[in-house]
């Protein structure tokens, strides 16, 4: 994903504009475990429709925390300087942080669409309603209009809901929260928080926001712990400790693990509400032993990358599974590999797609 938005959901904090700044690799790390947490959900869901046998049937909540992290970054990396550099400027770093990734994942979803070799059901839609949706992909419009795949907002990549999400966050915060006091941030934070109550009431989790018949749901997920996010640094509420970043991994794999019960409708938003933020600033907080530095950096790097690039196997592993049906052992296997392969070609596309993109992008921008 991250995610990050993602600062994405997952948008690595070692980034240019923070160079001169203290760099949270441990808050790097942490939104790597998210990113493969969502994978590894992704995975799962497709065998285990009932999410109660699911063993990680909370990964989907790793995108609040890359939301919640988003707002934290955003603030920490614009507050003191969006006013120098001016609204279009912020959006232009932001689509060129985002962009490249949004694009490539609409054209891996589109042709895994066209040539997946284990699709079952041929075929529905005529050239010019693939074109349609996958123009409004790369654009970022939504369009719910394939039921086969659940009507997500977009339907060859499914993850960006998050992405449109954290766009519109984006826009917000240029026009509008940087601008805001800590009183108004504080009032806005708690108005989404009954809206994330609210939603988890109704639909007895806080999941949606992904298609179209859950679209609201996704403005209350990024409205709160955007805001959240926010607040924390605003507010400078980063905890000192010694967790280290094994010791909130594990606090964050937590999160995804916990059973997928009745009680959804509570223990969701108490973790979206309260434990997220809590991470947030315990991760600000924790010293990084020197010899996990490379490796919460490589987490951080590969996260946003991985996240937009994983959900075309993801749709070919279902058309796989649906066809086969594979017993657990081999399930097993065929999951584990294709996560770590999916990590190497997260990795390839950052190196040689999404880096020298947005490195061409920036030197084009700075010669404007």
Known sequence: MIFLAIASPMETLNTGILKSKQHFEILDGLR????????????????????????IAHGFLAVDFFFCLSGFVIGYAYDDRIGKMGVWEFFKSRLIRLHPLVIL??????????????????????????ALIFLCSVLMIPLPVMQERAFNLFSFNAPAWSLFWEYAANIV????LYKIGRR???????????????????????MGGWGG??????????????????????????IKNKLGFTGLALLLA????MPFTKWNWLTEPLVVLFYFP????????????PGLKKLCNFSGNISYPLYMTHYAVIWSFANYYAGHKPGTTQLTYIIITSMLLLLGIAWLVMVAYDIPIRKYLSSKRSKV
């Not at 990113?35 to 999410?51: G, K, L, N, S, W």
């Not at 108004?184 to 806080?206: D, H, K, P, Q, W």
């Not at 809590?278 to 032993?289: D, F, K, Q, V």
């Open 278 to 289: 809590l991470l947030i600033a315990l991760g600000a907080g924790a010293a990084l032993s």
């Open 32 to 55: 790597g475990i998210a990113a493969i947490a969502v994978v590894a959900f992704h995975f799962t869901e497709m065998v285990y429709t009932d999410y109660s046998q699911n063993f």
């Open 213 to 238: 018949p859950n679209f609201w749901d996704g403005f209350a997920r990024i409205s709160y712990s955007f805001l959240a996010g926010l607040l924390i640094y605003r507010c400078n509420w980063i």
């Open 105 to 130: 994942g609409s054209v891996l979803g589109l042709l895994t669409y066209l040539f997946d070799p284990f699709a079952i059901v041929p075929q529905a839609y005529g050239a010019g309603k693939i």
């Open 254 to 257: 937590l999160a995804f693990l």
């Open 184 to 206: 108004l941030l504080v009032l806005l934070t708690v108005l989404s928080a009954g809206a994330i109550c609210f939603i988890a009431y109704r639909a007895g989790n806080v």
């Open 173 to 176: 915060y240029g026009f509008v």
